[in-house]
């Protein structure tokens, strides 16, 4: 055997080491490189491999599926009854053309490539009986009561004529959470004092491994299921019959799967879904080929890691340069200071980009940026604007370094993590740090607490600065006498200007708002909307809640231990208090004494409202329904009671018709309100 030179096998260890800490990290953890970075590493050891074929030996990350469970993992372990492969890549013509010609076959399958989770689903005699993520291929952690809440996924097969419910059946899939949704869940998610995800495939990957099954259904996490391992009584001669059968036995498949019989016609499918790879409601970063004859498929067989009989197809990432101009802190209503890149304004995935959150003072020297570098941002998840690096070739000597703050940018507290280990550091003046106070008041005047025209951050800073307000417990307080000394809000002759009069008008109408709606506004950590709406549900006023145990609190549907213990928390400070106190003074409503006023017009149903509406804001269409007793869903499946369909619905409509639910338009959502009926 020819020795293998050192310096080959330093440099085959240095990336082995590198493939199976990231995949580790992608498959138990949270990535911290993108997919394209983490393809590039594994392309360069598989080159270096092709050109020394004595350094593929068989445990090589290039041999390997996956990741083993993490050690630390909770769930316990299980064994796939038949391998879950991973799949090899293309990315460009060439390459494609090549895989097709050394696969020929009859027909082919192509179905996007969802940026997902992989999930292995084992039913037996039609029952749901585990649900296992891919782990190593062999050995995965087992979560099945967590998938049990994947909306759209049956516990138990339908039976059909044509399709036997089979005694044993295998089913791959992919869970993601959709890109509507994303939104949601990471709006909540910071709401609730918690740190974005970067994108949807991270949220659903840890949202599938909480230890809360309750907090596994607020992720709405989904799936779609492209593929089978092992059964019994079930005999399919092609994949794409096999689709159908998944389809009438109620599993969620794709419908934009198409089989084809050319390279053309392979071709043409990749570069439609390239073009509109923004068309499904979910992240998809390729198109995914595969031979769809079964005993094709066996005859080709696979390698150790992937089937020979099919390919993915990766699409370029979006992403563009621009030059980082500066990176400034920007301090959060809960006192977290975030690092902001400022960047030279960018057009990306359809919107202009000029900032970009850096998260903390780790995660700038991670990514190894310098002021004034060239950097390469994507948007991740097409939501949120990212820096992936800087282009160290472009550098010519005048960037440098960023170096964090020790004192607040605001009040001038010395800042640092609220405990050992934390890698967000924080401003602990609280009550009085300017920066801290306008988030908090801005955040307050929001659509989503009280609603309050015509205060935003601007008129939050001015009446900080300007000495009206000390803290937000004075707000309700104001009058014009009060506003006389604005800058914001006054004429240059010294009156209120028409500006602060809307605002005094909007302040007075906000004090009846609902007082879930004045509990959001409080600020209190974890205490979001959800958590807000379903205790002013079960207590119908804030003294009922404040007399309440953690434990009772707790018990509240939608709420649990941490948010009870932090409601209970924030009540312990004099301050804030306080700012219940004067508010309550103020004439803000602290009851919901009309709550049993609105009749429960659709109590036990499930809308769906899709599209824009003229006289609805999404978050209005939703209270609406959840105060006369109705369930708003984000997605559309069989136990969706109406769709509601504005302008631009989109695939929920196409879904709705599909399933031949009832679709209503404004008018008919609006009688549905009314009288409970169409």
Known sequence: MTAIPSDLRRQWDDLAKQIRRHNDLYYNHEPIISNEEFDALFQQLKDLEAAHPELAVPDSPTMEVGAPPAASSSFANVEHLERMLSLDNVFDDAELSEWIARTPATHYITELKIDGLSLDLVYQNGK??????????????????????????????KENSQYPVPALLE?????????????????????????????????????????????????????????????????????????????AWGLPV??????????????????????????????????????????????????????????????????????????????????????????????????????????????VKRKGVLIGDTVVIRKAGEIIPEVLGPVVELRDGTEREYIFPELCPECGTKLAPAKEGDV????????????????????????????????????????????????????????????????????????????????????????????????????????????????????NSLDAMR?????????????????????????????????????????????????????QTLAGKTIVVTGSLEGFTRDSAKEAIVARGGKASGSVSKKTDYVVAGEKAGSKETKARELGLTILDEVGFIKLLETGEV
């Open 424 to 539: 967000d550091w924080r401003c602990s003046n609280t009550q009085s740090c300017p920066g801290q106070l306008k988030r908090r008041i801005a955040h307050l005047a929001g659509r989503g607490a009280f609603d309050i025209e015509a205060l935003g951050e601007k008129g939050a800073a001015d009446l900080i600065e300007s000495g009206i307000l000390t803290d937000e417990s004075e707000l309700f307080q104001l009058d014009e006498t009060a506003l006389l000394k604005s800058n914001v809000y006054t004429t240059k002759a010294g009156k209120v200007n028409a500006n602060g009069k809307k605002f005094l008008k909007n302040l007075e109408a906000s004090k009846t708002v609902e007082l879930w709606r004045v509990l959001v506004g409080l600020s209190i950590r974890h205490v979001g909307r959800d958590a807000s709406q379903a205790l002013t549900q079960r207590y």
């Open 128 to 157: 749901l009986t585990r649900a296992a993520t891919r782990g190593d291929g062999r050995v995965g952690e087992d979560v099945t009561e967590n998938a049990r809440v994947i909306t759209g996924l049956p516990h138990n097969l």
């Open 254 to 363: 794709s419908d934009a799967v198409k089989v084809v019989t050319t390279a053309k016609e392979i071709k043409k499918q990749v570069a439609y879904w390239e073009t509109n790879r923004h068309a499904p409601e979910h992240e998809m970063d390729g198109l995914v080929i595969k031979v769809d004859y079964l005993s094709e498929q066996r005859a080709l067989g696979a390698t150790s890691r992937a089937p020979r009989w099919a390919i993915a197809y990766k699409y370029p990432p979006e992403e563009v340069t621009t030059k980082l101009l500066d990176i400034r802190v920007q301090v959060g209503r809960t006192g977290r200071v975030t690092p902001q890149a400022v960047m030279e304004p960018v057009f990306l995935a359809g919107s202009t980009v000029a900032m970009a959150t850096l998260h903390n003072p780790t995660e």
């Open 547 to 599: 007399a309440a145990t953690v434990e009772e609190l707790a018990e509240t549907d939608g709420v649990g231990s941490i948010i009870a213990q932090s409601f209970k928390d924030w009540f312990e400070i004099d301050w804030h208090r306080n700012i219940v106190d004067q508010w309550a003074a103020a004439g803000v409503r602290m009851v919901d004494d009309e709550k049993e006023a609105i009749e």
């Open 171 to 247: 089913v791959r899939g992919e869970v993601y959470i959709s890109i509507e949704d994303f939104g949601d869940v990471n709006a909540r998610r910071i709401e609730e004092g918690g740190k974005p995800f970067a994108n949807p495939r991270n949220a659903a990957a840890g949202s599938l491994r909480q230890k809360n099954v309750e907090d596994v259904r607020k992720r709405k996490l989904r799936i779609i299921c492209h593929g089978i391992g092992a059964s019994e009584g079930f005999s399919p001669e092609s994949l794409s019959e096999a689709y159908k059968a998944l389809k």
